[in-house]
């Protein structure tokens, strides 16, 4: 038995800072916020899982105001506010320590830092080993021989460890002179003021010679330069102050004990409940795993058949289908085999043994067959790419399990399986890692991972299906989800031509541009910089231009877009840097990003579509994302000039929905006006100008039309006075004055807008027209900023919702059609409310006619659709 003694000592809220802000914005089915959560128990249990702690305490911060205060009462004076959607979550992760038995504690007046620091030095002097976790270098100073800091880095679990070597190496310094380089540069995060003037470089050069700040002060004589030499006997108070605030105390007055701080294991019920009542499904199926058995020895024994030789007992119908790829990219990724379970058993049938049957290929492609997959778009694809059609999928566990809750991320069988209690299959993650360190199992540990994976997906057949019946969803996924996965399959597959050299010519061209920008804001600055840096163009514009400061952050001045559009009419330099970035980023995401992703093989683009992620009921696309390609600028607009039709005497055809939204909103709300106005094919936003301004439809102006279509579009997403404002560069009276002139003049869309949200508050969802649902838990929360959010997107997904089905039938009929009138056209991609099709010349004048016949009545709608359409040799001539 070892008499090791390790203190694990944490900084709670430098942590939870971290993870908040390291991880996008969560939130599970009760509507709680959970990313801090989250990213905070990740960190946690790589600590665990490495330092194995005999002693463990978290401390956090008890309140605003410190015995430093006293001191400087501006200490950290700058900080911004916490964000709500922080401080709602830090009771659960005191919840989370708690579960897992670990000690915290915080003092009246002092800092989680002084905290640390004296249980520190108290457990080195017991003989302990001693391991530091913070977002915060501060307290690097702590390290000694039997101390390590380590301070996260960029993520979550990325950590340095700072050793009294590894400080000397970085700063030339040692841990205590940590405090003197702080006295002397200040630290802008705690607003400690330091020495104007000095950085970090010219503080570690004067430790280098003078050690410490006292020693540097009763030398100044010897300081080499005069502007140095006059700041620092200027500011020798404020430096010495400085280094009094920057020091953690290490004898602070603690109630607690070391060996009140063992840790012993967690409380496995507790952390349980706390899992799932945050969601945590991925961090649920760790716990299933004992750490004295393999996980797979937790389910009950599944017999499998390894398949030498393919026989008729596989294809008995109904079956569950397993595809097995690794890797997001599916059209990239090998198969690594095939699983079938069906009522003769579970069966494991190797790649090449499948591949090359001329059996397995004719059950894949017979329709009668009936067949159950996860994630049918992915299986299509894969399948296309060895020459095998995929049909007979008539139920996908994937699409089912997303109608049914949109708001959840599906990402394998298990995580769908556990959402519905069904305890059967490992996740994907633990059977083949993650990242770099993902790997292929034996084929024997593939085979029963499969096998598993089919279970769950019978298992799960009748759950979904009883609950899409229960939620009048059925229609919804069996006569649109379903067919759309092989229509979107299909559509992968065949992929987009690319001009290769035209794509390169582009960037040479945006390359060109971006230096003439370059040269113009250079000569605007008077000096060359950095214009990336915004720490450089930061000092350029608000020190040296003098422009007005918007927004400050942590490391200086914001430069963001919103900032920069608020400061157009102060400065030309402006207009060119907006410009500049806007270049710069159509080079490297859309030239040279673009470049990356066109596959050899082919000379396309494979775009994926996500069919299960939006909580609208959206498409997005990965990989390349064609949907956002920037069209408002010219050379946004050029990029698809690229796009071409894959053979020759083809053209691009493309047609688009005209203000679908709006109709929808029409004929969702009934408002007499508005449904009026389309009926009888006004422009809208004219009608719109003339209610709102009371004039004749001649007396409309420009800025008049300009003002009724920012409001008209800003009212489809529950757009705020201040939102109208902004967009429209007008005080907030004058956009809740135009708001108000609007619901006077359309008071059905009022009417709608007020009992879509009544409604969505007491039943907690809103629907689309074709009953696709989202849950919006938000509407009941006592915080306003997520309670006025959540009541926007109650009034925008009904009508934003709505379209998107529109176009997924479209698509489906669209399909239906091309086959039936035995056409040669191919539908490649769908862009929001736009599809475009490749087709020969001589098919063109057919499209034109049966495009927008087929898509104007996709659903009937009190008020007509209007489908514009074009073609031209490339994506950007078909406009």
């Known amino acids: 038995m070892t008499n090791r003694k390790k203190m694990v000592l944490v900084d709670g809220n430098s942590l939870a800072y971290r993870a908040f802000y390291a991880l996008p914005l969560l939130s599970n089915e009760k509507g709680i916020h959970t990313n801090a959560v989250y990213g905070f128990t990740m960190i946690l249990m790589k600590m665990l899982e490495e330092e194995k702690p005999t002693h463990m305490l978290v401390a956090f911060d008890a309140g605003k105001t410190t015995f430093r205060?006293?001191?400087?009462?501006?200490?950290?004076?700058?900080?911004?506010?916490?964000?709500?959607?922080?401080?709602?979550?830090?009771?659960?992760?005191?919840?989370?320590?708690?579960?897992?038995?670990?000690?915290?504690?915080?003092?009246?007046?002092?800092?989680?830092?002084?905290?640390?620091?004296?249980?520190?030095?108290?457990?080195?002097?017991?003989?302990?080993?001693?391991?530091?976790?913070?977002?915060?270098?501060?307290?690097?100073?702590?390290?000694?021989?039997?101390?390590?800091?380590?301070?996260?880095?960029?993520?979550?679990?990325?950590?340095?460890?700072?050793?009294?070597?590894?400080?000397?190496?970085?700063?030339?310094?040692?841990?205590?002179?940590?405090?003197d380089m702080k006295g002397l540069m200040g630290d802008t995060s705690d607003n400690i003021p330091g020495v104007p003037g000095v950085g970090e470089k010219t503080a570690i050069k004067l430790l280098k010679q003078f050690h410490t700040v006292e020693k540097l002060l009763s030398s100044i004589d010897e300081v080499s330069g005069k502007k140095l030499k006059e700041k620092l006997t200027e500011f020798q108070e404020q430096a010495l102050m400085s280094k009094q605030l920057a020091t953690i105390m290490t004898e602070a007055p603690l109630d607690i004990r070391l060996n009140g701080l063992e840790y012993e294991g967690f409380d496995r019920e507790a952390v349980l409940k706390l899992y799932k009542d945050l969601g945590f499904n991925s961090l649920l199926e760790r716990l299933g795993e004992d750490p004295e058995q393999s996980r797979e020895e937790q389910f009950e024994e599944i017999e499998v058949n390894m398949v030498?030789?393919?026989?008729?007992?596989?294809?008995?119908?109904?079956?569950?289908?397993?595809?097995?790829?690794?890797?997001?990219?599916?059209?990239?990724?090998?198969?690594?085999?095939?699983?079938?379970?069906?009522?003769?058993?579970?069966?494991?049938?190797?790649?090449?043994?499948?591949?090359?049957?001329?059996?397995?290929?004719?059950?894949?492609?017979?329709?009668?067959?009936?067949?159950?997959?996860?994630?049918?778009?992915?299986?299509?694809?894969?399948?296309?790419?060895?020459g095998i059609e995929l049909r007979g999928a008539e139920f996908d566990a994937l699409l089912a399990a997303y109608i049914i809750n949109p708001g959840h991320s599906f990402d394998d069988v298990a995580s769908v399986a556990g959402e519905h209690q069904l305890k059967i299959v490992s996740s994907d993650e633990a059977v083949y890692g993650k990242g770099a360190k993902q790997a292929v199992p034996s084929e024997n540990e593939l085979a029963v991972h499969l096998a598993r994976k089919g279970q769950a997906i019978s298992m799960l057949h009748e759950k979904l299906l009883e609950e899409l019946e229960k939620n009048k969803q059925l229609a919804l996924f069996e006569e649109l989800e379903m067919p759309l996965a092989h229509i979107l399959g299909e559509m992968e597959s065949i992929g987009v031509q690319v001009d290769v050299d035209r794509l390169k010519n582009m960037g040479q061209e945006l390359t060109g541009k971006l230096k003439e920008y370059e040269k113009r804001i250079h000569e605007s600055a008077g000096e060359t910089f950095n214009i990336n840096s915004p720490k450089q163009l930061g000092v350029i514009l608000f020190e040296k231009l003098g422009l007005p400061v918007i927004k400050k952050t942590k490391t200086g001045f914001s430069t963001s877009a919103d900032v920069l559009e608020k400061l157009r009419d102060k400065h030309i330099i402006i207009e060119d840097i907006l410009h500049y970035r806007q270049i710069g980023k159509l080079q490297s995401t859309y030239v040279e990003g673009l470049l990356k992703v066109i596959r050899k093989d082919t000379c396309k683009v494979h775009t994926r579509f996500n069919q299960a992620l939006t909580q609208t009921g959206r498409l997005s696309s990965t990989d390349p994302n064609l949907q956002n390609i920037p069209i408002r600028l010219e050379e946004g607009r050029k990029i698809r000039q690229a796009f071409v039709p894959s053979q020759k005497g083809w053209l691009m055809f493309a047609a688009d929905y005209s203000q679908i939204e709006l109709r929808v909103l029409a004929h969702i709300s009934k408002d007499k006006n508005l449904i009026e106005a389309f009926t009888n094919d006004m422009d809208v936003h004219t009608k719109t100008a003339m209610d709102v301004f009371h004039v004749s439809e001649t007396e409309v102006t420009g800025a008049m039309r300009r003002q009724a279509k920012a409001v008209n579009f800003g009212i489809v997403y529950g757009i705020s006075d201040y939102g109208l404002s902004q967009n429209l560069g007008i005080t907030r009276k004058e956009a809740a004055a135009f708001i108000e002139r609007y619901f006077d003049s359309f008071p059905g869309v009022k009417e709608y807008m007020e009992e879509t949200v009544q409604d969505a508050k007491q039943k907690g969802y809103v629907t689309t027209l074709l009953s696709r649902r989202r849950y919006i838990p938000e509407l009941t929360s006592r915080n306003f900023n997520l309670r006025s959010f959540a009541e926007r997107t109650a009034m925008n997904t009904p009508i934003q919702g709505s379209a998107a089905d529109i176009i997924k039938k479209a698509m489906i009929e669209m399909a239906a059609k091309l086959k039936e009138e035995n056409l040669q056209t191919k539908l490649l991609l769908q862009v929001h409310d736009e599809l475009i099709f490749e087709a020969p010349e001589e098919e063109i004048k057919v499209l034109e006619k049966l495009v927008p016949e087929v898509m104007e009545n996709a659903l009937q709608l009190d008020v007509p659709l209007k489908v514009d359409c074009a073609s031209g040799s490339s994506w950007y001539d078909a406009k």
């Open 69 to 179: 205060h006293k001191t400087f009462k501006e200490y950290k004076g700058g900080r911004q506010k916490t964000p709500p959607e922080l401080s709602e979550q830090m009771p659960f992760i005191q919840e989370l320590l708690d579960a897992y038995r670990i000690a915290r504690y915080e003092l009246e007046h002092y800092e989680a830092d002084d905290i640390i620091g004296t249980l520190a030095k108290s457990a080195e002097k017991d003989g302990f080993e001693v391991k530091i976790f913070s977002g915060d270098k501060d307290l690097t100073q702590l390290a000694t021989k039997e101390t390590t800091v380590a301070i996260t880095k960029k993520g979550i679990t990325d950590v340095e460890y700072y050793t009294p070597d590894h400080v000397q190496e970085k700063y030339g310094l040692t841990p205590e002179q940590i405090i």
């Open 308 to 386: 030498t030789s393919i026989t008729n007992d596989l294809f008995v119908s109904p079956a569950s289908f397993v595809v097995e790829q690794l890797g997001d990219n599916y059209h990239e990724a090998e198969i690594l085999g095939f699983s079938i379970v069906n009522q003769n058993g579970a069966f494991f049938v190797p790649k090449d043994i499948a591949i090359n049957s001329a059996d397995f290929k004719k059950w894949v492609e017979d329709e009668t067959k009936q067949k159950w997959v996860f994630d049918a778009k992915r299986a299509v694809v894969a399948l296309r790419w060895q």
